[in-house]
């Protein structure tokens, strides 16, 4: 049995990102020998939205609060990867993988290339995923609320061309923060 076969068949011939049945095609999910296990069965809508990640509709993702469950690894990695490109560390926080699968799923991530580093206030260094929590009330200016002192703020991102923000979630708004108002959690 060939693996467009097997897919159509562990997928019931839907999309097994949103369940869309029009425009299905195999997708590897990178890094990938080809096999069944590594591959997805998705529709023209998201295979479009994954090669324009500069440009996705997070809209069109909310099918992954569904299919991030899902019991076939490559949906789940698939799932973590999107969550990741949108910024929604609060969903791929729940994300349970084993450690073989997660691997799998931050290889095509990979790493911040430039050699900045980050430090909170103490002096610590953070990393890419690190939690640091806010040590002062900072109003958010255009978001219309206030990070209050003592919030932890989960899976944060280094941005590669400042030395002194990280980007995070607080309240649901992405935004970034001063490091001086920050300690590692």
């Not at 869309?20 to 590897?28: I, N």
């Not at 569904?66 to 969550?83: C, F, G, K, N, Q």
């Not at 430090?119 to 206030?146: P, Q, R, Y």
């Not at 061309?161 to 001086?180: F, S, W």
Request: aromatic share 6%.
């Amino acid at each position: 049995m060939n693996v467009e076969k097997e897919l159509v068949s562990r997928s019931g011939g839907v999309c097994e990102l949103c369940g869309s049945s029009e425009g299905l095609s195999v997708f590897e999910v990178a890094p990938s020998d080809g096999s069944t296990e590594q591959c997805v069965y998705i529709c023209s809508t998201c295979r479009n939205q994954i090669g324009n990640q500069d440009n996705m509709d997070e809209a069109h993702f909310n099918c992954l609060n569904d299919s991030m469950w899902s019991e076939t690894p490559a949906v789940v990695v698939m799932s973590y990867r999107i969550l990741k490109a949108l910024g929604r560390e609060d969903l791929v926080d729940m994300i349970y993988m084993e450690d073989d699968v997660k691997s799998w799923a931050d290889a095509a991530i990979g790493g911040s290339s430039s050699n900045v580093v980050v430090k909170d206030s103490n002096g610590v260094v953070l990393n890419t995923g690190d939690s640091v929590v806010i040590i002062k009330d900072l109003e958010v200016k255009g978001a219309g609320f206030t990070a209050k002192r003592g919030t932890t703020v989960r899976n944060i991102s280094i941005p590669s061309d400042v030395a002194d923000h990280i980007e995070g979630r607080v309240n649901g708004t992405k935004i970034y923060l001063k490091t001086e108002f920050l300690k590692k959690a």
